[in-house]
């Protein structure tokens, strides 16, 4: 199994971009691909996109393909989120979440701890 | 997009009663990639099935889902204390995944 830890807390100002680490460990990197999952204050979980390390092919929500991406490190088994454009709605808690498999389609067997992003002026 | 839309948003109930939760999805799909999440305050969501009714690891068997097509359910045949929480669906199934906007499970 995997263990997903996160990078800490981020405060950000409008307009301005923000990037989120996720590293994996305890089995092997590109057996598995990986999700970011956000979730606003009070509400629910929001998929914005994942990431197949083996073959390094990203695949975005829609509503947010214009300003996040996704990329991985296989030297450090790391995971990257990058949101750009930031407004006060994109203020969540950021997890990363892994999929068993080098593909897509399957459930979102480990989670990382969760990282609050805070946009505020 | 596929949209995934739970009822009721809040369900109140007392342990040791049955608790029966609904996920609708605005077309049709594949029900192996319908999964269900528990979260519980300040937590990361946990796995708690997939493929529609298959248990993740270590999950109590009073817990079960079921459905095809467009509609899904998640029974707890008994609830237990430390059940009460947010229940999501998810669908994985399609190039964008999606989740329902989740049941609350509050005591009553």
């Known amino acids: 199994q995997v263990q997903l830890v996160q990078s800490g807390a981020e405060v950000k100002q409008p307009g301005s971009s923000v990037k989120v680490s996720c590293k994996s460990s305890?089995?092997?990197?590109?057996?598995?691909?990986f999700s970011w999952v956000r979730q606003a204050p009070g509400q629910g979980l929001e998929w914005m996109g994942g990431i197949i390390p083996v073959f390094d092919s990203a695949s975005y929500a829609h509503r947010l393909e214009d300003r996040v991406t996704i990329t991985t490190d296989r030297s450090t088994t790391t995971v990257y989120m990058e949101l750009r454009s930031l407004t006060s709605t994109d203020t969540a808690l950021y997890y990363c979440?892994?999929?068993?498999?080098?593909?897509?389609?399957?459930?979102?067997?480990?989670w990382g701890q969760g990282t609050l992003v805070s946009v505020s002026s | 997009e596929i949209v995934l839309t739970q009822s009721p948003g809040t369900l109140s109930l007392s342990p040791g009663e049955r608790a029966t939760l609904s996920c609708r999805a605005s077309r049709l799909f594949d029900s192996r990639y319908l999964a269900w999440y528990q979260q519980k305050s300040g937590r990361a969501p946990r796995l708690l099935i997939y493929g529609t009714s298959t248990r993740a690891t270590g999950i109590p068997d009073r817990f079960s889902g079921s459905g095809s097509g467009t509609d899904f359910t998640l029974t707890i045949s008994r609830l237990e204390p430390e059940d009460f929480a947010v229940y999501y669906c998810q669908q994985y199934g399609s190039s964008e995944y999606s989740f329902g906007q989740g049941t609350k499970l509050e005591v009553k």
């Open positions: 305890g089995d092997t990197f590109t057996n598995y691909a």
């Open positions: 979440a892994a999929e068993v498999g080098n593909d897509f389609n399957h459930p979102f067997d480990y």
